[in-house]
């Protein structure tokens, strides 16, 4: 099972990296890639959408739009991370035993990394669990969780199709994920692990970009502003 690798990118800080890591580790995967002419003419990929950056949701919603129209489903990747050689087979194997269960509704099957929410970060380990080697234990296995951050995580087109980005930077996952569990899906953490840079993408004003998103999210989505912020 293949799946198109789609990124959006502003400055293109990172993304010679990722791209290479791609070329090296999973040269298969046709790349999509949206972001200014003048950052991304001349990287190489498959399929290029020249334009301004507005925010992570509209952005994405662009290039996952464009990659759906030729794929039933897509790999979304931010621009500041960088593939092992086992992140897609890991990722699209985990894939593969989400849809094989008859009593879910796949939505985002998300990989690991060392710079993300807590349910996705490797460096967030359960109660009392001690190091195997080099990694906990429970990072071999498939988590159900409510959401998770798409820094290198598969979704279908079924799914997407229920529900898109909003147009906001921060919480854009957050109520992309809610959005679909009203909707009857699931979302799960895979063994499938990537390196991420972290903030690379939006920036780092974390209090900016919270203050960005709430007007949006008490207007249009007033029960998760109140569940999230009061």
């Known amino acids: 099972m293949i799946s198109p690798i789609v990124i959006a990118t502003v400055k293109g800080h990172g993304l010679a990296v990722l791209l290479e890591s791609i070329r090296q580790y999973a040269p298969e995967c ?101 190091l195997n080697g080099f990694k906990y234990p429970s990072e071999s296995y498939v988590r159900l969780v409510q959401e998770i951050s798409p820094i290198f995580a598969w979704i279908s087109s079924d799914a997407f199709e229920e529900a898109k980005f909003p147009p906001l930077n921060w919480y854009s996952d957050d109520v992309h994920c809610m959005d679909l569990v009203r909707k009857g899906y699931a979302h799960f953490v895979s063994a499938s692990y990537v390196h991420h840079i972290g903030s690379n993408t939006i920036g780092v004003d974390f209090q900016k970009l919270h203050e960005d998103a709430l007007p949006w999210l008490k207007e249009n989505r007033p029960e998760y502003a109140k569940a999230w912020f009061e």
């Open 30 to 130: 046709p790349v999509y890639l949206r972001g200014p002419e003048s950052v991304i003419e001349h990287f190489d990929a498959d399929y290029k959408i020249y334009g301004q950056p507005r925010n992570f949701g509209e952005d994405y919603n662009e290039v996952i739009e464009a990659a759906m129209k030729d794929w039933s489903s897509c790999i979304v990747a931010n621009d500041d991370i960088v593939l092992t050689p086992t992140s897609v087979k890991v990722l699209m194997e985990d894939v593969q035993i989400v849809r094989s269960m008859n009593s879910v509704k796949p939505g985002w099957v998300a990989a690991r990394c060392d710079a993300a929410r807590p349910c996705q970060n490797v460096r967030v380990s359960k109660e009392g669990e001690k």
